[in-house]
């Protein structure tokens, strides 16, 4: 099973339910935010964690995204074990996370974002991986466009997360995604 932490404080966070519909469709997903535990199958290939604070781990892996505004104390330690998924435009967390060990991935609209938006129309977006990056399990992903199929009106960094995800867990991208 693939441990996805969504580190977010807010409670009506756009980026759950892209993830949930992201990782239903691949293999599977349990998930619980502190509330209630859903699981979509018997033996899901995702456990997906909501949660206001950053989790130390040991050993885990997977993929930890963090919200568009999340804010972690200065003194929070991050767990190298989680490749963290983030946003350009939260300087905050760019910071953050620029003093440690931990495997960054960009996403936004910016030449400079490792995944960025290329393109995009009513039910199907392109993704650009911008640079190489290692998933989980270290294997080289070389630039590549990304078909997505939308099946809901998703918007760009949730869309961006969830691919993100994919790609950092292993998941084939050559066919595009669907979510």
Not at 130 to 155: A, C, H, K, W
């Amino acid at each position: 099973m693939t441990y996805v932490v969504l580190c977010s404080q807010r409670k009506n966070n756009r980026i759950a339910p892209c993830l949930f519909s992201a990782l239903g469709a691949y293999g599977g997903v349990q998930s619980y935010d502190n509330r209630s535990l859903t699981t979509t199958v018997d033996s899901p290939a995702f456990h997906l964690i909501t949660t206001p604070d950053v989790p130390q781990t040991n050993n885990a892996k997977g993929v930890m995204v963090f919200d568009d505004h999340f804010k972690a104390p200065k003194s929070q330690g991050f767990s190298t074990g989680l490749f963290s998924v983030i946003s350009s435009e939260n300087k905050k967390a760019v910071a953050l996370l620029a003093d440690t060990a931990a495997t960054v991935i960009t996403c936004g609209t910016s030449s400079k974002d490792t995944l960025s938006l290329a393109s995009s129309n009513d039910h199907m977006a392109t993704v650009s991986l911008q640079r190489d990056i290692t998933d989980i399990y270290g294997n080289v992903l070389e630039p590549m466009d990304i078909s997505i199929f939308l099946r809901e009106d998703f918007q760009v960094y949730p869309m961006l997360c969830a691919c993100a995800t994919l790609l950092l867990s292993g998941l084939d991208a050559s066919n595009g995604y669907s979510f």
